[in-house]
C-alpha cells in the first residue's frame, strides 16, 4: 500500500525554462545567452551551488565574475528566478485532495536562491510535509544517498513511497532505492498510474 507520495519539482510541479534566464543575464552582461550559458556550464559551478558546496552570495560573486559584470545581489536573484514560468504542472486542487489522505514529500535537486523563491511565490507548496533538498542534503538525484533522505522524511518503507520525476534517470534512481517511481507526463498520466496503485482522493 502507498503511504506517501514524493513529488520532484521543476517540470513536475512548477515548469522551467533555462533561456529565460540565459536571456535576462545576456541583457545584463552584455553576451549572448548562448555564452551564458556556456560559461555557466563550464566549471561546474551550478551543480557546486545545488549540492550545497557553495552558498547564495558565494554562487552570486562567482557567477558576476564569470559574466564580467557586476549586478546587485537581489536583482541577480530576480533574474536567477526568472526561469521559472506561472502555471503550476499539477493543480493546486490535486495536491490538496492527495495531502488529506497521504504524507506528501519534497525531493528536488535545487538550490537555495531558487528553493527559497519558489516557496514563496508559490502556495502550493504548502501542501508538502516535508522537503528533501539536494543543497542541504549535499547530494543530488540519482545518488542513493538523497533517495534515503527521502525515505526517512516519508516516514514509511521504500516500497510504501509512490516517487514521480520528470527524468528516467532519477526514476530509475529511486527504484534502485526501492522506491515505486514513475516518469512524470502530467497530470493526466500521474492520475492514471496513482489509481493503478490504489491511491484514491476526492477533488
Known amino acids: 500500500m502507498i503511504r506517501t507520495l514524493i513529488f520532484d519539482l521543476g517540470r513536475v510541479i512548477v515548469p522551467f525554462d533555462f533561456r529565460l534566464g540565459y536571456a535576462r543575464m545576456a541583457e545584463r552582461c552584455g553576451l549572448e545567452p548562448d555564452e551564458v550559458r556556456a560559461r555557466l556550464k563550464s566549471d561546474g559551478l551550478v551543480r557546486s551551488f545545488e549540492s550545497g558546496g557553495i552558498g547564495p552570495h558565494e554562487f552570486h560573486r562567482q557567477v558576476t565574475q564569470l559574466l564580467g559584470t557586476e549586478v546587485p545581489y537581489d536583482e541577480f536573484r530576480e533574474i536567477w528566478f ?6 503550476t504542472l499539477v493543480s493546486d486542487a490535486l495536491l490538496a485532495a492527495l495531502h488529506a489522505r497521504h504524507r506528501l514529500v519534497l525531493l528536488s535537486n535545487t538550490n537555495q536562491i531558487h528553493f527559497e523563491m519558489i516557496r514563496e511565490r508559490y502556495p502550493i507548496l504548502r501542501h508538502f510535509d516535508a522537503f528533501v533538498l539536494s543543497y542541504e542534503a549535499g547530494a543530488m538525484k540519482p545518488e542513493p544517498r538523497i533517495y534515503a533522505a527521502a525515505v526517512e522524511a516519508a516516514r514509511c518503507a521504500p516500497q510504501e513511497c509512490f516517487f514521480t520525476d520528470d527524468i528516467p534517470e532519477y526514476v530509475e534512481g ?18 492514471r498510474e496513482l489509481r493503478a496503485r490504489g491511491v484514491v482522493w476526492d477533488q
Open 82 to 87: 526568472s526561469i521559472f514560468l506561472p502555471e
Open 174 to 191: 529511486a527504484r534502485q532505492a526501492g522506491i515505486d517511481a514513475v516518469v512524470f507526463e502530467g497530470q493526466e498520466a500521474l492520475e
